[in-house]
Each structure stands twice: as C-alpha cells, then as structure tokens.
C-alpha cells in the first residue's frame, strides 16, 4: 500500500507539471505549450503508468469476481462489511455512520451496540419472508432490503415491517426497522421504514475510511467496493 501512495504522489507531481505547461484559458491567443518540454513530461508518465500495472492493488476486483449489478452477490459483500465481526477491521463503523447520516427526523431511533449482521435470513423461522440482510444489536432489529434493478413486490415493505416487529419482540428488543436500499426513491414507506441508496452506502463508507485512516486490506477492498456501488 506504501508503494501506492509513492506512485500517487509521483504522478500527482507530474500531473502538476503537465497543467503549468497547458494554457490556462482557452483563448485565439493563447500561448502554446513548449511542445518539447510537454514530450518529455509524458514520456516520463509511460514508466509510471507501467509500475502502477505491477502494483497488484486490484482495484477492480469487483468486476473481475463479476459482481456488476447482481443483487445477491453485492449484497453478501454489504453484509459483510456492515457485520461488527466482518474480516474488514472495522466493527460497527460502517453502519453506525450510515445510520447517523440518515436525517434525524427520519432516523427510527439512536443505535445500540451492533452485535451482528447476517444475510438471507427468515427472521421468525415461518418460511416465507426470506430478508436479504438482518442487523440486530442490543436493543434493535434492522431489516434492510436490496434492490438494484428489482422492484418491490406486493406489500413487501409493510411484510417485512412486521417481520422485524415480531423478532425484535421474540429477542426482547424494544426497537425495530426496515431500510430500503433502492437507486430510487419510492413515493411512499410504511411507518418504520426508512430508505437509504447506494450513493448513501458509498458515502458512509468512504466517510468512514476518512475517519479512520487505515492501509489494511480490508479498507482496501471496503473502498473499491464503495467506488463500484456509487453508480447503482
């Protein structure tokens, strides 16, 4: 990850001394740049276009596992970045701040401690209401239903509202919500449902990742994969 930032601040620098040699309006008159000087900035930019190809950064990992708009897969990644016990280092950090960046008058309540996040769950074991994604904490249960290119289904939202009501009561837990991950904002949401894009998901962990600097892996991944959601 060292090696990265080292190519990032080389080819910033030489960046920056490309546009001191371009004009800087667009004018009938204005002057053009030394073509020579130009010709050797750019040659020196070839070799670092070659050693960031060596790097091995896999930035687009993402594509290469085929994840493109496939809701399943991509929600299998969410779950794993928003479970405090994920592999990423984060704990809760990723939906602690996508929750507080939900607008207080539509946040359903101030979180708890985040215990787990797991997916394709049937939350009361009756066999029909399969979730994509279930976070409970200490005192909460959270349904969050992904949709990319799907669209909702018959009375899902107010199903799943019930869902989660009657699971936080099982577990003993006095508060419950459904986050509706869609591109698109629907016209109207049940009590207790709240909806969030995935704009909204890359942002948080983005925020996050700026929060808490970190060159692990998981970061890594956590980051390319909010690059790869932010146009869903």
């Known amino acids: 990850m060292l090696e990265t930032h080292s190519f990032h601040f080389r080819l910033s620098e030489l960046l920056q001394r490309i546009?001191?040699?371009?004009?800087?309006?667009r004018t009938i008159e204005a002057t053009p740049p030394d073509e020579a000087k130009l010709r050797g900035l750019l040659s020196d930019l070839s070799p670092l276009i070659t050693a960031f190809s060596a790097i091995g950064n896999?930035?687009?990992i993402w594509s290469v596992?085929?994840?493109?708009r496939n809701e399943v897969r991509?929600?299998?990644?969410?779950?794993?970045?928003l479970d405090p016990r994920g592999s990423h280092g984060a704990r809760a950090t990723y939906f602690k701040t996508l929750w507080?960046?939900?607008?207080e008058q539509r946040r359903p309540f101030e979180l708890g401690t985040v215990l787990r996040a797991t997916r394709e769950t049937v939350p009361i074991g009756d066999g029909q209401n399969r979730?994509?994604?279930?976070?409970?904490?200490?005192?909460?249960?959270?349904?969050?239903?992904?949709?990319?290119d799907a669209v909702e289904g018959l009375n899902q939202l107010s199903r799943y509202v019930s869902v989660?009501?009657?699971?936080?009561?099982?577990?003993?837990k006095s508060k419950f919500a459904v986050l509706f991950l869609t591109p698109g904002r629907p016209l109207t949401?049940?009590?207790?449902?709240?909806?969030?894009?995935?704009?909204?998901?890359s942002r948080a962990i983005k925020q996050t990742l700026k929060a808490n600097p970190s060159e692990s892996m998981g970061a890594h991944l956590a980051s390319s994969f909010a690059d790869h959601i932010r146009s869903l």
């Open 65 to 68: 596992v085929g994840l493109e």
């Open 58 to 60: 896999a930035d687009d």
């Open 189 to 201: 949401l049940p009590q207790h449902c709240v909806h969030v894009s995935w704009l909204d998901i």
């Open 74 to 81: 991509t929600a299998r990644v969410l779950t794993w970045l």
């Open 131 to 148: 979730v994509d994604i279930e976070v409970e904490g200490d005192d909460f249960i959270v349904i969050i239903e992904v949709k990319i």
């Open 164 to 172: 989660a009501k009657a699971k936080a009561t099982v577990r003993g």
């Open 100 to 103: 507080q960046n939900i607008p």
């Open 19 to 25: 546009n001191a040699l371009l004009p800087q309006e």
